[in-house]
């Protein structure tokens, strides 16, 4: 964990995390203090109903991401991001002007102006946020800084809500709300004049102001890699399913739990406790790569512990008074809800994190600005559609707890629908809780593995999960030739299947088979895909490594791409190796936790990469540790 923190003292990132974090912050502090003020001094700006007020205020600050996500999006990718956050800065500045001169002139107008304004501003920071990362930071660095930059993000929010009721309540001239957000607004620029220039991606783009159209191009750069466009779904599902869980707070604490402000306060602290806590968590389970194995962890447990925190809810005794939060905390019943929420944000930090750091490093450098821009049009649209489809189900009568539950299903729905449209997800969850409950493994020479484009990777075969542990070491999906046979191993079959392994006979057996596996391999590494072979032909039966076979030869013919050997280390002896009869009929033969190693080599071009040489590479890399 300790690269994230080193993260907060360099120059490269800093700036940037103090910027975001004072904007986040003051976003919320003018929000909530308006709305505050609103609530218990309606009378004295307007006639109509707090409710109303309180709604027309969350509207107007959320509308100008549908109106400019697109436009934003094109202005990130053609100018300097740095400087498009100074200038976005500048404007905070400007709109907290207008705050001060709403609560001078006493015009409701003018505050509600700066709301949508601010909500311009929070539009148009957006993409040059997350777009600017990947400029920044080394790749191993992009889990660390995205788990700092969500954890400090909800920080904020919660930090900035609090203060702007403080605020709005204290009794002060409401001036000092205005004059509060000024000085923040400062504080934030002055942050953003440290963040490094971020030369852009396509200086020569025309920005086209239509927001129709450019929303839906900006879509279709997102939907250009599925992998990328499902992990957005996966994002904007999140916040819906977050906002509802927030949006409802105030009602649940007052109605399901019978307590008082502190205790609506308490609900939103833990809950934002345990998002910071689980996005921080990141950098130590994913060992600072991408890891998409968190995310169906974070959807899994984002289920168990919304269906757990609605039937606590559920058995909780009718409210016939409020109780001071001393009281309510004397309840056992609490602590369980309580650790429902800490654990709710824990898990959704495993999900948004992986998935953000995903769509930065997969998307076309190009187009990165406007598919985040399309990202938060996204984000937008089902937290508005959430809103709506929980105020129906509410007004038809459904209890709080009880659309805890249908949100917690819906969630499980989603998760199910995503990972079978996209199984890379599915199996690196499986992966992750290989090498995270029955080994541990040390990784050496693995960055040889190419992050994008062709490349045959070579590697010794030990036992039946050898492709599982390569796949969890490995940067981007490979696909591997594997025995025909091996796809009626139960468990492990699903596995090969869902990573589009590629079966093979031999000649004598199936010559047909094996020809369409040729070909097969041929097509994905004219695609640029990763492809797996373990030139052995079989797995080992005694420890040592079998001759190379001419297939590699063969392949390279066709497409002579370079050649990456790795070897393991540690496996031989395990429950799924051949030590001493049949593999997977003595459990335990090592015991959990077992150390292994994955060992990699520079690549091997082509004309050189002949059988003989690759053998004795791995040999060499694979060493006296069998």
């Not at 852009?200 to 927001?211: I, S």
């Not at 999906?477 to 990573?499: A, K, L, N, W």
């Not at 420890?543 to 050997?565: A, K, M, Q, S």
């Not at 051949?578 to 459990?587: V, Y």
Request: glycine residues 10%; positive net charge.
């Amino acid at each position: 964990m300790g690269n994230q923190y080193r993260l907060m003292r360099s120059a490269r990132f800093r700036p940037l995390f103090w910027t975001q974090f004072l904007g986040a912050f003051n976003d919320n502090l003018y929000k909530n203090a308006l709305v505050v003020l609103l609530t218990f001094q309606t009378a004295q700006w307007t006639t109509l109903r707090p409710e109303i007020l309180a709604n027309l205020a969350a509207g107007l600050f959320i509308l100008p991401f549908f109106l400019f996500s697109a436009t934003a999006g094109q202005l990130a990718d053609k100018y300097d991001k740095a400087r498009l956050a100074r200038l976005s800065k500048g404007l905070e500045i400007a709109i907290m002007g207008v705050a001060v001169a709403g609560f001078l002139l006493h015009s409701l107008a003018l505050l509600l102006a700066a709301l949508f304004l601010l909500g311009l501003q929070s539009t148009l920071f957006g993409p040059v946020k997350y777009s600017i990362l990947p400029q920044h930071l080394k790749e191993a660095e992009l889990v660390g800084g995205n788990a700092l930059v969500e954890a400090g993000t909800f920080v904020a929010i919660l930090v900035g809500t609090l203060a702007g009721g403080l605020l709005a309540g204290a009794g002060l001239d409401p001036l000092w709300i205005a004059f509060a957000g000024l000085l923040v607004a400062v504080a934030g620029y002055l942050a953003s004049r440290g963040i490094p220039a971020a030369p852009p991606p396509d200086p020569g783009l025309k920005v086209h102001p239509n927001p129709l159209t450019e929303t839906w191009r900006n879509i279709g750069f997102a939907r250009e890699n599925r992998t990328v466009f499902l992990s957005i779904l996966g994002i904007s599902w999140f916040w819906l399913y977050g906002a509802l869980f927030l949006a409802q707070f105030p009602a649940y604490g007052k109605n399901v739990l019978g307590g008082g402000e502190a205790a609506v306060t308490l609900l939103l602290a833990v809950f934002t406790v345990g998002i910071g806590a689980g996005s921080l968590l990141c950098e130590r389970l994913s060992a600072g790569r991408v890891e998409l194995g968190l995310v169906p962890f974070g959807s899994i447990g984002l289920t168990l512990f919304g269906l757990d925190l609605a039937f606590a809810s559920m058995a909780l005794p009718p409210v016939t008074e409020l109780r001071p939060l001393g009281e309510l905390l004397a309840q056992p019943a609490l602590w369980r809800i309580l650790a429902d929420l800490v654990l709710l944000g824990l898990f959704g930090g495993f999900l948004i994190v992986p998935l953000y750091a995903l769509v930065q490093s997969r998307s076309a450098p190009a187009h990165r600005a406007r598919i985040i821009a399309a990202n938060n049009i996204m984000n937008a649209a089902f937290m508005v559609a959430g809103a709506l489809a929980a105020a129906g189900l509410l007004g038809a009568g459904l209890s709080i707890p009880a659309l805890f539950a249908v949100a917690a299903v819906g969630n499980a729905a989603v998760a199910i629908y995503i990972y079978r449209l996209v199984p890379e997800f599915l199996l690196r969850f499986l992966a992750w809780l290989l090498i995270h409950s029955v080994y541990r493994v040390a990784k050496r020479g693995v960055e040889h593995l190419p992050h994008e484009g062709a490349a045959l990777v070579v590697c010794n075969h030990v036992s039946f999960v050898d492709p599982v542990i390569l796949m969890a070491v490995s940067p981007r999906p490979i696909r591997f030739v594997m025995d025909h046979r091996i796809f009626r191993t139960p468990v492990i079959s699903f596995i090969f299947r869902h990573s589009r392994a590629i079966p093979i006979a031999p000649a004598k057996e199936d010559p047909a088979m094996m020809e369409r596996a040729f070909a097969e391999v041929a097509k994905a590494l004219d695609a640029g895909e990763l492809v797996g072979i373990f030139p052995e032909g079989r797995i080992t039966d005694s420890g040592e490594l079998y001759p190379f076979r001419p297939g590699v030869t063969r392949i390279l013919e066709r497409n002579p791409v370079p050649v990456i050997p790795l070897a393991l280390q540690g496996l031989w002896g395990s429950f799924f190796s051949r030590k001493d009869g049949p593999a997977m009929t003595k459990p335990f033969r090592r015991g959990l936790f077992s150390q292994i190693a994955v060992v990699g080599a520079p690549p091997v071009p082509a004309a050189e990469a002949t059988p003989a040489r690759l053998q004795a590479i791995v040999q060499a890399l694979r060493g006296e540790r069998k």
